[in-house]
């Protein structure tokens, strides 16, 4: 069974960086999968942040873009969002994902103070 645990959350003071990793378990052939970071803040709907594919570019949403990198570690089966320069709009819990598989990691508390 595929499991995702995320870890790496916290409370950051704005213009802070944090990094999070979603270690995968149960999964093989880890390197083949598109592999996504979501966020929900609260009373808002989930948010596709960012995505990585085997090959290309990633892809971010406008808000993050220039300020976030996703990135992945195929002997590792670990993922990483690294956040920089972070704003309190990016207060949310943060999940990964392997949407093929339609797995969900428990999610990672990340708070940006003004």
């Known amino acids: 069974q595929v499991r995702l645990v995320e870890s790496g959350g916290g409370l950051v003071q704005s213009g802070g960086s944090l990094r999070l990793s979603c270690a995968a378990s149960?999964?093989?052939?880890?390197?083949?999968?598109?592999l996504e970071w979501h966020r929900q803040a609260p009373g808002k709907q989930r948010e596709l942040v960012a995505t990585?594919?085997?090959?290309?570019?990633?892809i971010y949403a406008d808000s993050v873009k220039g300020r976030f990198t996703i990135s992945r570690d195929n002997v590792k089966n670990t993922m990483y969002l690294q956040m920089n320069t972070l704003k309190p709009d990016d207060t949310a819990v943060y999940y990964c994902?392997?949407?093929?598989?339609?797995?969900w990691g428990q999610g990672t508390q990340v708070t940006v103070s003004s």
């Open positions: 994902a392997v949407p093929a598989r339609g797995r």
């Open positions: 990585i594919i085997r090959e290309g570019s990633p």
């Open positions: 149960g999964i093989s052939f880890f390197s083949l999968y598109v």
